[in-house]
């Protein structure tokens, strides 16, 4: 079956450097991707969204670029914060507005 | 605060107890959603409901039974559980209909099966 996957379980960034967090998909047919930050004790929270006719979209501190001709996307936090230590999935849907495929997660870790 | 509620927070229950998951969301949304989350596993989509109607069942075994008496509120009775049903259960919201993916999601009940 189709799958969103990440490189990465576990990616440990000192404050102040960039953070970039992969994700591969498989289904060719996705048109749009969200990016969740989990942090501990909650459920995930809504960080950026892309379509799939854009190759990059900007929000405050994160960029997400998406590569469609080898099916990987990518979340950039610039300055990276003690506060952005989470999990952080990748999800996407091919135009179901209510069903989502969810990756298994990566783990940042900032250190001081 | 996502505006999507969850009680309890914590539950631990016997394999033979009967108890029910509570959601509520207070953004106007017409879907509400039940997931699963397990360790070092993705989000499992369990169920869907659009309007109060259900349109997706995720081959969810029947000790799991959602109920949905209006868009605002959403149940998830447990009955006759499983060890390795202990998991996070989350539920979500999402405005429903066409171009609107974005879920919000609540904070969880993380449950426990003795």
């Known amino acids: 079956g189709e799958s969103v996957g990440l490189h990465l379980p576990t990616l440990s960034v000192q404050e102040g450097d960039n953070s970039i967090i992969n994700c591969a998909y498989s289904n060719s047919a996705s048109d749009y991707f969200i990016w969740y930050k989990q942090e501990s004790g909650k459920g995930p929270q809504f960080i950026i969204d892309i379509r799939s006719n854009m190759d990059k979209r900007q929000g405050q501190r994160v960029t997400v670029l998406l590569n469609k001709t080898v099916k990987h996307l990518s979340l950039q936090i610039a300055a990276t914060q003690p506060g952005d230590s989470a999990v952080y999935f990748c999800a996407e849907t091919t135009g179901t507005a209510s069903k989502l495929t969810f990756g298994t997660g990566t783990r940042l870790q900032v250190t001081l | 605060e996502t505006g999507v509620t969850q009680t309890p927070r914590h539950l631990v229950m016997g394999m033979t107890n009967k108890k029910s998951l509570k959601c509520e969301q207070h953004?106007?949304?017409?879907?509400m959603y039940w997931y699963k989350q397990s360790a070092k596993k993705p989000l499992e989509l369990m169920f869907v409901?659009?309007?109060?109607?259900?349109?997706e069942n995720n081959s969810v075994p029947s000790r799991f039974s959602p109920e949905c008496p209006n868009s605002s509120h959403l149940f998830l009775h447990l009955h006759t559980l499983q060890p390795e049903d202990s998991a996070l259960y989350l539920c979500?919201?999402?405005?429903?209909?066409?171009?609107?993916?974005?879920?919000?999601f609540g904070p969880g009940t993380r449950l426990t099966v003795l």
């Open positions: 953004l106007g949304h017409n879907a």
């Open positions: 979500a919201s999402s405005l429903g209909g066409s171009g609107s993916y974005e879920q919000f």
């Open positions: 409901y659009n309007f109060k109607e259900q349109t």
